[in-house]
């Protein structure tokens, strides 16, 4: 059984910064892209990065430039390094996988809160 599990959340000054964590296990197949997501109080699950196997990277616009996702192949896991931080990145965030193309599975997210 596939199981995404993050790590790496907490609560943090603005300006401040954490470093997420997802690793992914109990999968045999290839995994395509992974990402991250997050979804504030309210408000609709958005795409916040993501990277194919090839490290091709995609960033929503609001953290171009503060955040940097990467991944490790070899240990099937994805990092998001998120820096200068603001209120409004506060949210519950989940690692996203992609695996055999069509197979779409999710964490059970991690919650970041940023304080002013």
């Known amino acids: 059984q596939v199981q995404l599990v993050e790590s790496g959340g907490g609560l943090v000054q603005a300006g401040g910064s954490l470093r997420l964590s997802c690793a992914a296990s109990g999968t045999r197949f290839r995994i395509n892209t992974m990402g991250w997501y997050r979804q504030a109080p309210g408000k609709q699950r958005e795409l916040v990065a993501g990277i194919t196997s090839g490290g091709t990277t995609n960033y929503a616009d609001s953290v171009k430039g503060r955040f940097t996702i990467s991944r490790d192949n070899a240990k099937n896991m994805v990092y998001l390094q998120m820096n200068s931080l603001k209120p409004e990145d506060t949210a519950v965030y989940y690692c996203?996988?992609?695996?055999?193309?069509?197979?779409?599975?999710w964490g059970q997210g991690t919650q970041v809160t940023v304080s002013l």
């Open positions: 996203n996988a992609v695996i055999n193309w069509n197979n779409n599975y």
